[in-house]
T-cell receptor, first 112, second 114 residues
Framework: AQSVTQLGSHVSVSEGALVLLRCNYS??????LFWYVQYPNQGLQLLLK??????LVKGINGFEAEFKKSETSFHLTKPSAHMSDAAEYFC??????????FGSGTQLTVLP | DTEVTQTPKHLVMGMTNKKSLKCEQH?????MYWYKQKAKKPPELMFV???????INESVPSRFSPECPNSSLLNLHLHALQPEDSALYLCASSQDREGQRRQFFGPGTRLTVL
């Protein structure tokens, strides 16, 4: 079975500041991990994915995430926040089954 | 083409109506999914089709009836819905094989049940 915990349902940062969204996972098998972003009234867009290759994964829009097996973490970062980054972010995990298990989501607010 | 399309974008229906949501992909994916998403919540899996056969039904009420006519199309038939069924309904697809677990999501259908 797999599960995901996202710490912080709301995160606020100033424009230009570091973005850090936290995700911890639990999986009985080597996990596939994903970060999705959702803008209001839209579907989910993949930011990046980890599939057992490089532990540092680079995604779209300047985001990246590091897989740390010892900490069971897959935190999402971006060096400099932009107003357009304001959205809901979901971490998700899938293991041997085809089911995607989502975290509860983190609403990112970017302050001018 | 890396797109999943969904129609309609918005749907308002009464509790006695029958309507259908449609989803289409042309990426050759053999797994297709329906999710329900309430406001400020993560998507909840409803159904999974693999090679056009229903493989997962997450104890969804029978007023929701999925159908997969072919490998590119996925429908969700709605009948006698309740106001609490109002939500964003997302369709997704994936290649459904080891190492290819990424799911591609459509833009969703915003359903309002009156």
């Amino acid at each position: 079975a797999q599960s995901v915990t996202q710490l912080g349902s709301h995160v606020s940062v100033s424009e230009g500041a570091l973005v850090l969204l936290r995700c911890n996972y639990s999986s009985s098998v080597p996990p596939y991990l994903f970060w999705y972003v959702q803008y209001p009234n839209q579907g989910l867009q993949l930011l990046l994915k980890y599939t057992s290759a490089a532990t540092l994964v680079k995604g779209i829009n300047g985001f990246e995430a590091e897989f740390k097996k010892s900490e069971t973490s897959f935190h999402l970062t971006k060096p400099s926040a932009h107003m357009s980054d304001a959205a809901e972010y979901f971490c998700a995990v899938t293991g041997s089954a085809r089911q995607l298990t989502f975290g509860s989501g983190t609403q990112l607010t970017v302050l001018p | 083409d890396t797109e999943v399309t969904q129609t309609p974008k918005h749907l308002v229906m009464g509790m006695t109506n029958k309507k259908s949501l449609k989803c289409e992909q042309h990426m050759g994916h053999r797994a297709m999914y329906w999710y329900k998403q309430k406001a400020k919540k993560p998507p909840e899996l409803m159904f999974v089709y693999s090679y056009e056969k229903l493989s997962i039904n997450e104890s969804v009420p029978s007023r929701f009836s999925p159908e997969c006519p072919n490998s590119s199309l996925l429908n969700l038939h709605l009948h006698a819905l309740q106001p609490e069924d109002s939500a964003l309904y997302l369709c997704a697809s994936s290649q459904d094989r080891e190492g290819q677990r990424r799911q591609f999501f459509g833009p969703g259908t915003r359903l309002t049940v009156l």
